[in-house]
Nanobody, 127 residues
Framework: QVQLVESGGGLVQAGGSLRLSCTIS?????????MGWYRQAPGKQRELVVV???????NYVDSVKGRFSISRDSAKNTVYLQMDSLKSEDTAIYYC????????????????????WGQGTQVTVSS
């Protein structure tokens, strides 16, 4: 059973910083194709914040470029989101997502890729 466990959310003043972490636990992972962060503010649709691929390439939404930075620790199956110069507009629930393949528990052959989501962590930026 694969789980994505997030941490690091909280309350911060505008201009401050937070560092989010997301660790994949459980399951038998064959490969991780991408990991990324999404967010959903009240009354808005969920949007992609940033994604990082297996080769290290990244793609950020325009509104966070220059302020947010994604990084990964492959040995720990962990991805981080460093958020600096936070604005009130960044207030949202932040979700970690991974696209990965698992080994079949019976045959140990890799299964097709699928998306796995974290539970979300609240980030609140006060003005």
């Amino acid at each position: 059973q694969v789980q994505l466990v997030e941490s690091g959310g909280g309350l911060v003043q505008a201009g401050g910083s937070l560092r989010l972490s997301c660790t994949i636990s459980g399951g038998n992972i064959f490969s991780i194709n991408t990991m990324g962060w999404y967010r959903q503010a009240p009354g808005k649709q969920r949007e992609l914040v940033v994604v990082i691929t297996s080769d290290g390439s990244t793609n950020y939404v325009d509104s966070v470029k220059g302020r947010f930075s994604i990084s990964r620790d492959s040995a720990k199956n962990t991805v981080y989101l460093q958020m600096d110069s936070l604005k009130s507009e960044d207030t949202a629930i932040y979700y970690c997502k991974a696209n990965l393949r698992l080994f079949d528990s019976d045959t140990w052959n890799p299964k097709p890729a699928g998306d796995y989501w974290g539970q979300g962590t609240q980030v609140t930026v006060s003005s």
